[in-house]
């Protein structure tokens, strides 16, 4: 099993949980999430090295898009 953490730290746990909700509905079963503060921490696994980072890839996606839409009103 392969295993990729990534820690995405936003300005208040406002923010973090904002983008996290937002990105929540792609991640089924692919991606263990959790919120420390305003540190939105994001876990993949996976058993093939290229599908975690095709997995990874569409998550980062994601979240730029999340992070992009934000302050939209």
Same mark, same amino acid.
């Given at each position: 099993?392969?295993? !990729?953490?990534?820690? +995405? ?12 909700? =937002? ?17 939105? =921490? ?7 090295? +290229? ?10 996606? !994601? ?11």
């Amino acid at each position: 099993m392969i295993e !990729c953490k990534l820690k +995405l730290e936003y300005e208040d746990k406002k923010t973090a949980k904002v983008i996290g909700r =937002s990105i929540e509905p792609d991640n089924e079963d692919y991606v263990d999430m959790e919120f420390i503060g305003s540190t939105l =921490s994001l876990k993949v696994k996976d058993e093939k090295p +290229l599908r975690l980072l095709q997995t990874v890839d569409d998550l980062l996606a !994601c979240v730029t898009i999340a992070e992009e839409t934000e302050d939209i009103d």
